[in-house]
């Protein structure tokens, strides 16, 4: 059960933060090409400014602070959109691109996909997808936005270094979670990248753990699953020590496996090659590290042959 009086904080969709910058809820940008590509014309329609709303949760930009801020062509009230939608396009036969494969919030789309296609005049008869086009240019990254990934990733390696170090046996999970996200804040990260996973002992076994409610106990180790996100840009991040500050001997011959597996993956990362190349190489080179191991050759079953993707099987038992 959620809290019915609590608010939670908003977190802008990233295909409308990557176009517009904008970060408050109940936004909608509307791109119309005028005359042909790459000629257009940017419509943002936005809450409308409430002094009472925003006695209680902060300022609105409105239509002319939306327009000031994101540069764009035009702004409205988003009470409007349903209305100008109908009246402007639906009955022209445009071409209508929307994000028809992931609805992000039901009453607009409802007023979207209704105004256009459902009018009683309507010429439209197709909605196009735009995600995998949008997607395709949010790939390509420019200086601005490689600075604010290296920026996200440099605060979340500070932060792991410093949750580290305060790392000790009955330390519970949540506080080891505390001290990160208190670094990245200070260190200027707006948030986290999604609840951390903080995994001591036999918790790491679980694939999305993020109850983070168990002690650390001496002799165990505690997987680190986190990140930070800046300006739009997030860092994810996993690592794996000791909670008594040491490994023991088994401890470390399999966190340098897994490291060398680690470091031949990113010496392999480069133009043409596939994630899915990388993984079934880093499958390939797992597998090849645990069966060299004096633990595994006692305790697993080694096939003599591989299986039919390329990748060895092992079973341990």
Known sequence: ???????????????????TGFQEPDAVLLLESTGGLPEHKSILYV?????HRE????????????????????AYNIDELGAHLEQKYSKMGFSVWYCTEEYVHPD??????????????????????????LHKLRLVKSPAELNLMRKAGQIAASAFR??????????????????FEHHCKMKGAQTLSFPPVVAGGSRANCLHYITNNRELRAGDLVLFDAGCEYHGYVSDVTRTWPVSGQFTAGQRELYEAVLRVK???????????TLNQLNRSAANMISSELQAMPFFKRHCIIPTSSSGTGTKKLFCI
């Open 47 to 51: 809450r409308p400014r409430d002094p």
């Open 55 to 74: 006695l209680w949760d902060g300022p609105r930009a409105g239509p002319d602070g939306a327009a000031a801020f994101t540069g764009v062509t035009e």
């Open 263 to 273: 470091q031949a993956s990113i010496k392999a990362s480069r133009p043409g090659v």
């Open 1 to 19: 059960m959620g809290c019915r009086v609590c608010r939670y904080r908003f977190h802008q969709g990233t295909d409308l933060l990557y176009m």
């Open 108 to 133: 607009h789309d409802d007023v979207i996909i209704n105004s256009l296609t459902n009018s009683p005049h309507s010429h439209i008869d197709n909605v196009h997808t735009y995600t995998q086009l």
């Open 162 to 179: 410093e949750t580290m170090h305060s790392t000790r046996p009955d330390v519970m999970e949540y506080q080891l979670e505390s001290v």
